[in-house]
């Protein structure tokens, strides 16, 4: 049987190695239920957002054959 097909009255399904046989009611009314009410909820104040502080970064020395600044392990 191949995957994501619709199912029709009179099929044989295979599923974990067990064997189905799908029976359609013609008869059969669509269940109803009630969905329960969301209540909604006041949106919250938000944190005032404080300024991070900037790193302080060192002025590295640069190379003067190539302009490069050194690298700098830890």
Same mark, same amino acid.
């Given at each position: 049987m &191949?995957k &994501?097909r619709?199912?029709?009255?009179?099929?044989?399904?295979?599923?974990?190695?067990?064997?189905y046989?799908?029976?359609l009611?013609?008869?059969?009314q669509?269940? @109803?239920?009630?969905l329960? @009410?969301?209540?909604e909820?006041?949106?919250?104040?938000?944190?005032?957002? /404080?300024?991070?502080?900037?790193?302080?970064?060192?002025?590295?020395? &640069?190379?003067? /054959?190539?302009? &490069?600044?050194?690298i700098d392990?830890?």
């Amino acid at each position: 049987m &191949r995957k &994501r097909r619709k199912l029709v009255d009179g099929d044989l399904v295979q599923f974990n190695e067990e064997f189905y046989l799908v029976i359609l009611n013609p008869d059969a009314q669509p269940a @109803e239920f009630e969905l329960p @009410e969301i209540e909604e909820v006041a949106p919250q104040p938000k944190k005032e957002n /404080k300024p991070k502080k900037e790193a302080k970064q060192k002025e590295q020395p &640069r190379d003067a /054959k190539s302009g &490069r600044k050194s690298i700098d392990f830890f």
